[in-house]
């Protein structure tokens, strides 16, 4: 029994430190975490400077910057072949802003806490940045007119059937209007970009080359669309919009993208005897333009039940 002595005596001694040290880990964990308040989406409010900067963020600022400002972002992809060359960040209140990098000394992004905000997009949710001009995304949409006598000096430009908007690169901005195809619905963005005074480039244009036909197995017709630039090289990732035209004057409008060697096949099947039409209605990529002159825009293939 006189064993149980120090023991009792070390339990009494252990027990409140115990409860000190558990007291000073909670303590630590909640200073920690009241030093430390989770960063908050992008301002859904504000100013937008042309050519200087958009709530909370300005053009030039590097990439860490721009996290310590919006948070983390919702994403990042490749672009162009460059590392995490565009994020996509939440606004509050909803809507997505994309923000393009460029590496510190101006290349190709590099995913570096120091590359370089070159341009910040926004989309039509985020219709509370407005800017010096009083423009915002829901003015865009419903006027398109007041957007041109807000920016004079902007130049109306076409990138395909489906993509046109207001540019003035001396300013630094851009309102952009997309159609959808299938649905006919528009819906547009606006970016700021850092001030160019250059003449514009001259754009690179893509065309169809080639449409082909195979019968790949009973009824079943596949259609492969090649597009190429005029370095007769391939286009990858092109979205071709197409429509077949059936023996009845039916007719399926459909798209997909091309592959890495600038391929794409479009399918139907139950095919009956009888002509069978593919038109070309639009191709879309990234960089380029299409070229509907140059293009082969229509074949037909005469289909015979096997």
């Given at each position: 029994?006189?064993n149980?002595?120090?023991?009792?005596?070390?339990k009494?001694f252990?027990?409140p430190?115990k409860?000190?040290?558990?007291?000073?880990?909670?303590?630590?964990?909640?200073?920690?975490?009241m030093?430390?308040?989770?960063?908050?989406?992008a301002?859904?409010?504000?100013t937008?400077?042309?050519?200087?900067?958009?709530?909370?963020?300005a053009?030039g600022?590097?990439?860490?910057?721009?996290?310590?400002a919006?948070?983390?972002?919702?994403?990042?992809?490749?672009?162009?072949?460059?590392d995490?060359?565009?994020?996509?960040f939440?606004?509050?209140?909803?809507?997505?802003i994309?923000?393009?990098?460029?590496?510190p000394?101006g290349?190709?992004?590099?995913?570096?806490p120091?590359?370089k905000?070159i341009?910040i997009?926004?989309?039509?949710?985020?219709?509370?940045?407005?800017?010096?001009?009083?423009?915002?995304?829901?003015?865009a949409?419903n006027d398109?007119?007041?957007?041109?006598?807000?920016?004079?000096?902007?130049?109306?430009?076409?990138?395909?059937?489906?993509d046109?908007?207001?540019e003035?690169?001396?300013?630094g901005?851009?309102?952009?209007?997309?159609?959808?195809y299938?649905t006919?619905?528009?819906?547009?963005?606006?970016a700021?970009t850092?001030?160019d005074?250059?003449?514009?480039?001259?754009?690179?244009?893509?065309?169809?080359s080639?449409?082909?036909?195979?019968?790949?197995?009973?009824?079943?017709?596949i259609?492969?669309?090649?597009v190429?630039n005029e370095?007769?090289?391939?286009?990858?990732?092109?979205?071709?919009?197409v429509?077949?035209?059936?023996?009845?004057?039916?007719?399926?409008?459909?798209?997909?993208?091309?592959d890495?060697?600038?391929?794409?096949?479009?399918?139907?099947?139950d095919?009956?005897?009888?002509?069978?039409t593919l038109?070309?209605?639009?191709?879309?990529?990234?960089?380029y333009e299409?070229?509907?002159?140059?293009?082969?825009l229509?074949?037909?293939?005469?289909?015979?039940?096997?």
């Open positions: 029994m006189a149980l002595n120090p023991i009792l005596q070390m009494r252990f027990k430190l409860l000190m040290i558990s007291a000073f880990l909670i303590a630590a964990l909640f200073s920690g975490t030093a430390s308040p989770a960063l908050a989406d301002p859904g409010t504000g937008v400077f042309e050519g200087v900067s958009v709530p909370g963020v053009l600022d590097t990439r860490a910057q721009v996290e310590a919006w948070g983390a972002p919702v994403y990042c992809q490749n672009v162009s072949g460059f995490q060359g565009s994020c996509e939440a606004a509050e209140g909803g809507g997505q994309f923000v393009r990098y460029s590496g000394d290349g190709g992004a590099t995913a570096s120091e590359d905000a341009r997009t926004w989309h039509q949710a985020v219709s509370g940045w407005v800017t010096t001009a009083g423009i915002n995304t829901t003015l949409y398109p007119d007041a957007v041109q006598a807000a920016y004079p000096n902007a130049v109306i430009y076409q990138q395909s059937l489906f046109w908007g207001y003035d690169r001396a300013l901005i851009r309102i952009h209007y997309h159609t959808a299938l006919g619905v528009t819906r547009v963005s606006m700021i850092i001030p005074n250059s003449p514009p480039p001259e754009p690179d244009y893509m065309h169809v080639s449409i082909d036909f195979t019968d790949a197995k009973r009824r079943h017709i259609g492969t669309v090649h190429q370095q007769n090289e391939a286009v990858p990732d092109a979205l071709v919009y429509t077949w035209t059936f023996p009845d004057g039916n007719q399926l409008s459909v798209n997909a993208r091309t890495s060697s600038g391929l794409v096949e479009f399918n139907i099947y095919v009956h005897r009888g002509i069978y038109t070309i209605d639009d191709v879309l990529v990234y960089n299409f070229d509907p002159d140059a293009s082969l229509s074949a037909t293939y005469k289909y015979k039940v096997k």
